[in-house]
């Protein structure tokens, strides 16, 4: 490895050598890979980084691949974008949007953790990789999968969007619909992964995988001139995503390229799937599985693996969880795009309208640096928007037919948007 790493059990705290291998055998509980700061101190320094490539690998020695490792594909380095439209209509001054509807190659976060995961995956000689997926994860671990020539099954609930199963099936990779939701898929890949020695990025290869979130952290940090915001506003489905950004944060404390500062976390999840904010809201020290009825399927996970540890990362910053409706995310998939020229998919509407509550709530002050993250891009789940938007009847390629189009439009005007056409403004 480009450092020393190994796994420990977030729980009893027993180590083991790198291996594809997520459960502690000793007490049951989840692994994590933990590395050897001292030894990344020399490589990981803002002169060396800043000397990297434009994408997630210029913090390659954080992350556990081997030395020589080159990344095949330039994902992360998204836009941290200052988001001023946005922050005026919901009451906030500094806000900013982590965006990662354009990390490439398929537009969502997902390409960060795949990246890591399938580097584990060559080092540990699978043939065969895979996932279960609510969608993201299943279009990442395609198209990576092809780059790498890996034989690739992706396992998926048979309820989820088209636009998410043809980007899966495009990279040539097995897609296999489930008849049952994510918690089922999933314990059905566990047994898959014991049964034929494969390697899926999120069962035997999960700390690796979730290594590849700290990007997200790292790059906020380094996008604001070296320096941690006051609040980080994120999606949740099984709770991986918040728990990485905080120890990212913890180790560029540690390692010195940050001042230490208290960082308070708040989660987002749809009111039809949120175990973790119900945990947080209730002070729960576990969490309570549930049965997924929400239109941000990328969040629809009952049963999340890094719950409880996220749930504990909320509250041990002092942060909050909020939950909204379908309605809520429609509308705050509009107000992003409307505002910021952001499309987001339906886990961003979540992020978004969270966001905008937690403001109106009082738990974020204005004045505050906030950064709301958008894990995933709206040509994903356009679905979502059917039937908003009216079709209107073609206008004829002639000025009076415009003309008369125009006068029709303004009758249908509020008074807001008169007084800005009065005033040379532009409206959509």
Known sequence: MAIAYELQCRECGKRYENAPLSICEACFSPLEVQC??????????????AQGPDSMWRYKALLPVPEEYVGPTPSGWTPLLRAPRLAKRIGANNLYIKNDAVCTPTLSFK????????????????????????GNLANAVAAHAARLGFKTYILVPADLEPAKILNTQVYGAKLVRIDGNYDHVNRLCSQIADRYNWGFVNVNLRPYYAEGSKTVGYEIAEQLGWRLP??????????????????????????????????????????????????????????????????????????????????RAIRNSGGWAEDVSDVEIVSAIQELAETEGVFTETAGGVTTAVTARLYAHGRIKPDELTVSVITGNGLKTTDALAGVYEVEEPVRPRLTDFEAYFERQKATLGIEELEAIAGGASVR
């Open 36 to 49: 050897d700061l001292e030894a990344a101190r020399k490589d990981f320094t803002r002169e060396k980084i």
């Open 230 to 311: 006051d609040n980080i506003v994120c999606p949740m489905a099984g709770g991986s995503l918040i728990t990485k950004i905080k120890k990212a944060f913890k180790e560029l404390v540690e390692l010195g390229l940050v001042e230490d500062k208290e960082v308070r976390f708040f989660g987002a999840q749809a009111t039809g799937c949120s175990p973790i904010s119900v945990a947080v809201k209730t002070g729960a020290d576990h969490i309570e599985p549930q049965k997924p009825n929400t239109i941000a399927r990328s969040l629809a996970i009952g049963n999340p693996a890094d719950g409880v540890y996220a749930a």
């Open 111 to 134: 390409d960060r953790v795949v990246s890591v995961a399938l580097a584990a995956a060559q080092t540990f000689g699978f043939d065969t990789v895979g996932c279960s997926s609510t």
